[in-house]
Structure formats: structure tokens, C-alpha cells
């Protein structure tokens, strides 16, 4: 059983910048995508950003593509999440999130099986 915990959140300003993190153990890291979804009050969770097993392939959301940017580190089992010019309309719960198998590829919240414990992030205007 894969455990995700994630630090890093808080309260930035519009324009600043923040780094989210999220540390995997218990499984073989590098041979799972890691994605980043978030959920705002009252709205579904929705995805933003996904970075394949070896860290080529990526995919943003369009409304943080540009300013927020997925990496990691597979010899820290990390996973970041570096959110530069955030936004009011950012302010959500952001959660990492592990697929659920190896080499699988995706966006959908429905193949991520093993989620963070999740990290308020508040962007005040």
C-alpha cells in the first residue's frame, strides 16, 4: 500500500510563487505517473497537472498551463508541484495521487487509485 504525503501548502499572494511536495513509499516509484487534482468548495475535483514515470511526458490543465509546473525526483520518491503566478481562482484543496498501475498514462481521477491526505492552498488577490 502506497502512502502519499504532501506538504508545502498555505496562504500566497496573487503574482508569488509556492511549492507543493508529495513523498511516495511503499511501492516502486519511478514506474508510476503522479498526478496533481485539486478541489475547490462546492466544485468536483478536477485534474492539473500529471507527469509520467520517468518524468518526460507531462500535461497541465488549461488553466494553469504556463505558470504551474510538474516535476519530480525519483530518487526522493517525490513529486512537486511549483505554482508560479497563482491566482485567486486557484484556491482549492490540492491533492497528489498515484495511478493505478504501472506505465499507465492519464488524467482521469477514475485511474488514480492512492491519493495524498491533501493541502489547502489559498491564493489571496
Known amino acids: 500500500q502506497v502512502q502519499l504525503v504532501e506538504s508545502g501548502g498555505g496562504l500566497v499572494q496573487a503574482g508569488g510563487s509556492l511549492r507543493l511536495s508529495c513523498a511516495a513509499s511503499?511501492?516502486?516509484?519511478?514506474?508510476?505517473?503522479m498526478g496533481w487534482f485539486r478541489q475547490a468548495p462546492g466544485k468536483d475535483r478536477e485534474f492539473v497537472a500529471v507527469?509520467?514515470?520517468?518524468?518526460?511526458?507531462?500535461n497541465y490543465a488549461d488553466s494553469v498551463k504556463g505558470r504551474f509546473t510538474i516535476s519530480r525526483d525519483n530518487t526522493k520518491n517525490t513529486v512537486y508541484l511549483h505554482m508560479n503566478s497563482p491566482k485567486p481562482e486557484d484556491t482549492a484543496v490540492y491533492y497528489c495521487?498515484?495511478?493505478?498501475?504501472?506505465?499507465?498514462?492519464?488524467?482521469?481521477?477514475?485511474?488514480?487509485?492512492?491519493w495524498g491526505q491533501g493541502n489547502q492552498v489559498t491564493v489571496s488577490s
Open positions: 495521487a498515484v495511478a493505478s498501475r504501472t506505465y499507465l498514462y492519464s488524467i482521469s481521477p477514475r485511474d488514480y487509485t492512492n
Open positions: 507527469i509520467s514515470w520517468h518524468g518526460y511526458n507531462t
Open positions: 511503499g511501492r516502486t516509484f519511478s514506474t508510476y505517473t
